[in-house]
């Protein structure tokens, strides 16, 4: 029966994207390295063991492809599984990307335009994700225990998005393959805004006080690193604080509107919904 495979589909933008697809009565299948095994349509599927490539891809015609995590170099494992998917017929394939381009990541940028190539192909260009302040990022943990932000990014803006808003986009590709699509979208939240403005944020709506502590890049990326991200991962990750800082990502988009018929959820909305999150 043609329906959606949905990779990544027990992490935050996947699981509610296969909860907005059921909802909707789309067949869909839920990818993950472990599935569960109370769910009739989940599936095993690991990028690094291409023998679970074909069963997931078997009989579907949509695809939502969140690439391997926490790598600079995901093509390798990607290209085969977009040729594989090709032959297989799939009329529609969503990948969630990064509006942030990561330094020393050509082939980031190269499989977004092969997918971008690819018939039915779609890039969405997802901003930093609102849940990046929840655990078990580094961010929330660190807001959690110390009531503090550190950042390399100054007063630089982001157009800080809900993975909620990222999963409701990618649904509206998915759940109709004959929709009309572009091949490339700017996701993000309804406006620009710096760690700072997140902090009075937070402090304003959870009564908890958090303030912000300038960090260099290099600082950032060893507090990465401790984290337990790839060391090349968590370089690059912190390079892109220069950029935040220096304004190069201070853009929004309406795509969410565009495609989900409504406004994308407010960072003040978000943390609302979460407060409980960041008592210590
Ligand atoms: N965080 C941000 O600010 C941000 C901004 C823009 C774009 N993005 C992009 O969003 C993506 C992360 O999305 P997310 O936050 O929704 O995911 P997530 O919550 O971090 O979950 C990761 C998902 O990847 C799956 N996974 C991990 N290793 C895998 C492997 N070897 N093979 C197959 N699946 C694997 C996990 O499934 P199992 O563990 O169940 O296998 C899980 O479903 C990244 O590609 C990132 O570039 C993030």
């Known amino acids: 029966m043609p329906g959606v495979l949905v990779t990544g589909g027990t992490g935050r933008t996947g699981k509610a994207l296969v909860r907005e697809l059921r909802a909707a ?7 993950s390295r472990n599935p569960d095994a109370a769910d009739p349509d989940a599936i095993r599927f690991d990028w690094h063991d291409p023998a679970t490539h074909g069963p997931a891809l078997d009989g579907r015609d949509r695809v939502f492809l969140l690439p391997p995590v926490e790598s600079v170099d ?3 494992l990607v290209e085969p599984f977009l040729r594989r998917a090709r032959r297989a017929g799939v009329r529609r394939l969503v990948l969630l990307g990064s509006a942030i381009v990561l330094p020393h990541a050509p082939s980031a940028v190269e499989m977004a335009a092969q997918v971008r190539a690819q018939p039915g192909g779609v890039v969405l260009r997802a901003s930093g994700f609102m849940q990046n302040f929840l655990r078990p990022h580094p961010l929330a943990d660190r807001v959690r225990r110390h009531g503090e932000i550190r950042t390399a990014a100054g007063d630089g803006r982001l157009g800080w998005v809900d993975a909620r808003d990222v999963a409701a986009s990618a649904a509206a590709l998915l759940a109709d393959p004959g929709v009309h699509a572009r091949s490339d979208y700017l ?11 997140a902090a009075r944020i937070l402090t304003a709506r959870t009564g908890r006080r958090v303030r912000v502590e300038r960090v260099t890049e290099r600082e950032q990326a060893a507090a990465y ?4 991200m790839p060391a090349e991962f968590a370089d690059a990750l912190a390079a892109v604080e220069r950029g935040i800082a220096e304004g190069r990502e201070d853009r929004v988009s309406t795509a969410v509107r565009e495609l989900t018929g409504r406004p994308p959820r407010a960072f003040a909305e978000f943390v609302s919904a979460h407060a409980h999150e960041w008592t210590p």
């Open 225 to 228: 690193r401790a984290s337990g």
């Open 187 to 197: 996701i993000t939240g309804p406006q620009g805004m710096s760690y700072p403005e």
């Open 25 to 31: 009565g789309v067949p869909t299948r839920a990818a």
């Open 74 to 76: 995901p093509l390798p």
